[in-house]
């Protein structure tokens, strides 16, 4: 006998190359994220790469503005120094200026797994002291000059040198330190002798700034270390829901493949399994009904009965199997057409009441009158309610009753509720007894024969008709299930038509 199984298929149809790919780039990419959360520097979540790359484009942004600004300072000096002195400080800055911007490009165009942070760090350090330096020289040239406003001017212009300073390298606090500190000498030198009151009040107001930019310079540290942090936590996120996710397509996939396999497993069981059970089923009906003579022994009808019976539970239990795959693959098409959900349930308690009267149980059925037809698959409603009764009768003991109810629902649907005086089913067996090849305890108990597959078939067809199951059952309280079939399956009746009149002669 052929068999097809998952193996087969996955020779067939292989792992796609680039799903593959795609998951080796976003595992790559997690462990590219996690190692950013390590500092080299001993401080929490630190990011000292992402820092000095955030540094070294502020530095080339500012690059403009830093020269507007010293030229304006430049042009403003001229009132008080010789332009020959101006021009040769103008170019010093801007050499350090200069330096500081080729630092910034050539960092930035390295690869991150070649930049040697600690070399990078004192390297921007010292651009930024040379800065600091080249602009604290100001102080230098004005030391001589006792004009008016010429201490306010020098001192503002050096403090706005300062915050320009803070705002374009505080992710580098070392930086930060570097490039105030020659200010900070500078004009504690330039001051240093002077007493008037002017000159005192101008140095504390300097001293109180570069204090205050200090305490700026350590926030917009702390701050731009948090929003570093956010964001990798943001790409770690998004890394760990590529990976969730490629892990859902390829499980996805081989979900796939094994219903594949398992489907054309099923069709070939069916064919070759149907086949020697009907030769089974024929021959041992004929042998049981001794239609060709009666057995020697009359031993040989008994077990000609059983092998009868086991076939019969047998192909009942392929069937089962094939009603339940197809449902579980959509391929169960409905072949829907107005009938009558009493009539349905009344020829299914004829069929099972000699089961019933075995048992000495008494059934009862209860319809609501004038019920409309409903637009459904006879056959399946006819499974739905045998497999639900059979169980009913099966479950519950001698001299038990059992009770059908077909009526409305409240939101104008109609509804098949089957109850019983049985042992119930406990509240945590419930989920069980739902899954396919589920059984519960009491059937595994009492060893009564059954697949497990009757309570899952009834839900699956009632949810192709867009209908509703519910079990209620509580141990020796008996079981409920209910069935129902939605309003837009009801056919009203139309009202007939009237009859044509006669027409006048």
Known sequence: MPEVTAEQVQRGRGPDPSSLARRKHVSREVKSVRERLTSSTGLERAFDNELLRVFAQYRLSGAVGTLVLV??????????????????????????????????????????????????????????????????????????????????????????????????????????????????????????????????????????AQFFFIFLANRLYASSVASIGFRAEKDALIAELETANANSDEARRKAEEANLAKSRFLATMSHELRTPLNAILGFSEVMKNEIFGAHANAAY????????????????????????????????????????????????QHMLALRAKAKGQSVRALAEPDLPRVWADERAIRQVVLNVLSNAIKFTPQGGEITIKVGWTATGGQYVSITDTGPGIPENEIPIVMQSFGRGSLAIKTAEQGSGLGLPIVKGLIDLHGGGFHLKSKPRAGTEVTITLPAERVMDALPALPEPKPRAA
Request: hydrophobic content about 55%; glycine content about 6%; aromatic content about 8%.
């Open 71 to 208: 030229t304006g300072v430049a042009t403003a000096s001229c009132l008080w120094l010789p332009s020959a002195h101006v021009a040769l400080w103008s170019v010093t800055v801007l050499a350090s200026t200069l330096l500081i911007v080729m630092l910034a490009r050539r960092f930035l165009a390295k690869a991150p797994d070649e930049v040697r942070l600690a070399r990078w760090r004192r390297l921007f350090a010292i651009g930024e002291g040379l800065q600091g330096l080249s602009w604290s020289l100001l102080l230098l040239l004005f030391a001589g000059v006792d004009a008016t406003g010429a201490k306010v001017f020098v001192t503002t212009a050096l403090l706005i040198v300062s915050a320009l300073t803070v705002m374009l390298s505080a992710t580098i606090p070392i930086a930060v330190y570097a490039g105030l500190v020659p200010i900070i000498a500078g004009i504690m030198a330039f001051f240093w002798e002077r007493r008037d009151m002017d000159s005192v009040t101008m140095a504390l107001m300097a001293a109180a």
């Open 301 to 348: 009808k008994e077990y000609s009965g059983d092998i009868h019976g086991s076939g019969q539970h047998l192909l009942n239990l392929i069937n089962e199997i094939l009603d339940l795959s197809r449902i579980e693959a959509g391929k169960y098409e409905l072949n829907e057409e107005a009938l009558s959900l009493a009539g349905i349930v009344d020829d299914c």
